[in-house]
């Protein structure tokens, strides 16, 4: 078998978009080592850094670094052990389907459609962990964030109370002034059609938008907060907006804090 | 000190070495999870989550497969897209597919002005010398994070042609990129 359809396949995992039968065949082909379709990926990672090099560079808010350091100084050192066992074992199974696809190649051909099937369907299972994985790690992410937070003595709890256009509406910040936090939302009507929910943060003169958000089927939403520039918030508010979001609000006003 | 030694500072629990190659990359990989996520308190949640599993898998580092900084923007890449999903599959009031986000900015529908200013300097770039057609299927996977069968079932296009896109995008890229480094 010629090798061109595996330089193609390489070109399109390096950019992460392999799926399906051909994402099983491709990692099977790279595990047997092939030094050509290593450099291609390689080559084709670094073109792609490149590309992301070319973006005019942006310094990230002061808080993420200062988390950091808190954290990496909390931990006393570097562990991963724990969190490998997922990819370990999908790399055992499919390190597995392949070997067996390998030998029974060699032994009766019959072997190879459902090997085929049964490789199609490891890569299934494969997305859907991988997107389950994701799901998990989002709200591992989420949840580390918060503790991280309550940990802070001058973190305090904030709450919304819904008004009279979402009286059943109800919410809570979890907000430290300089790291920011953590909106939650119980209670909230979905937003209509074109609508979206808007957080504002009053500090200074204006509102300042604090990002959008959309609640599920149970009315219930998250998102994190950033804190603004302009000082200490002194009130939180949620408006109904036109999808995406508006600089300064316009709709009416669902939930708000205490003054 | 070379990234390599960086990381592997890192991978041996030197706090400095992460704090130094946090400095290094961190400006670069913000507006690359930005251009992804389109939020500023998401994209810093993301950079985040990216920097400290670069801390805790610095060990799994292998220089052999590329230079630390793909290294890095892979994670944050990735990491990215998966924020997107989750914001997706966690709202399911919004029912548009993740690549309407794409595809509004391409079409100069979305974004700010500031934002669309930045789109129209990037296509000036490395992958503005690409073929409209090369162009489009690279921005769908890399910033879009849309598979192949995605991408050809949007653009109503043969799988084998998008695939073939890809490759051909990627081997220019790879010539532009590499001629001026």
Redesign the interface.
């Known amino acids: 078998m010629s090798h061109e359809p595996f330089d193609t396949l390489a070109a399109v995992y390096a950019v992460g978009a392999l799926d399906g039968g051909d994402l099983a065949r491709f990692e099977a082909h790279l595990r047997e080592g092939c030094s050509t379709c290593e450099t291609i990926v390689r080559e084709s990672s670094e073109a792609l850094a490149g590309l992301a090099r070319e973006r005019p560079p942006v310094i990230p808010p002061a808080h993420v670094r200062e988390a950091l350091i808190r954290r990496v100084d909390a931990s006393s050192r570097p562990r991963t052990s724990r969190r490998r066992w997922i990819p370990w074992a999908l790399g055992t199974a499919a390190a597995a389907v392949a070997a067996a696809a390998f030998t029974a190649g060699m032994v009766a051909s019959r072997y190879e459609a459902r090997l085929g099937v049964l490789a199609r369907e490891t890569a299934q299972v494969r997305e859907q962990l991988r997107r389950e994985q994701a799901l998990l790690r989002e709200e591992v992410a989420a949840a580390r964030a918060v503790a991280d937070l309550l940990r802070m003595p001058a973190t305090r709890v904030v709450a919304l109370n819904g008004l009279a256009a979402a009286p059943t509406a109800s919410g809570r910040i979890i907000w430290h002034d300089q790291a920011g936090g953590r909106l939650y939302v119980n209670g909230l009507p979905p937003a209509p059609e074109g609508k979206t929910y808007e957080l504002w943060t009053i500090a200074g003169a204006a509102p300042r938008p604090a990002g959008t958000f959309d609640v599920d089927t149970a009315g219930r939403a998250s998102r994190p907060v950033m804190p603004p520039d302009d000082g200490p918030v002194k009130v939180f508010a949620v408006t109904l907006e036109p999808a995406g979001g508006v600089p300064a609000p316009t709709g009416p006003m669902v939930l708000a804090s205490a003054k | 000190m070379t990234g390599i030694d960086l990381v592997r500072r890192?991978?041996e629990?030197d706090?400095d070495a992460?704090?130094r190659f946090?400095?290094r990359h961190?400006?670069?990989?913000?507006?690359?999870i930005?251009?992804i996520v389109r939020?500023?308190?998401?994209a810093?949640?993301v950079?985040?989550?990216v920097?400290?599993e670069a801390?805790?898998?610095?060990?799994?580092y292998d220089p052999g497969?590329?230079?630390p900084?793909?290294w890095i923007?892979?994670r944050?890449?990735?990491r990215a897209?998966?924020?997107v999903?989750?914001i997706r599959?966690?709202?399911?009031?919004?029912v548009a597919p993740v690549d309407e986000r794409v595809a509004a900015a391409a079409a100069d529908a979305?974004g700010d002005a500031a934002e669309r200013a930045?789109d129209r300097?990037?296509v000036l770039?490395?992958?503005g010398q690409l073929p409209e057609a090369q162009r489009e299927v690279?921005e769908l996977?890399?910033y879009g994070?849309?598979?192949?069968?995605?991408?050809a079932e949007r653009l109503t296009q043969p799988l084998g042609t998008v695939?073939?896109r890809?490759?051909l995008g990627?081997?220019r890229?790879?010539e532009v990129?590499?001629r001026s480094?």
């Open positions: 890192m991978a629990g706090r992460f704090a946090y400095d961190a400006r670069q990989v913000y507006p690359l930005l251009r939020d500023h308190a998401d810093a949640d950079l985040q989550e920097f400290w801390w805790q898998s610095a060990a799994s497969r590329g230079t900084e793909a923007f892979m944050a890449r990735t897209i998966d924020r999903r989750a599959r966690r709202s399911e009031t919004f979305g930045e300097d990037l770039g490395a992958l690279i996977a890399y994070g849309l598979t192949q069968t995605e991408i695939k073939t890809i490759r990627l081997e890229l790879r990129l590499n480094p």
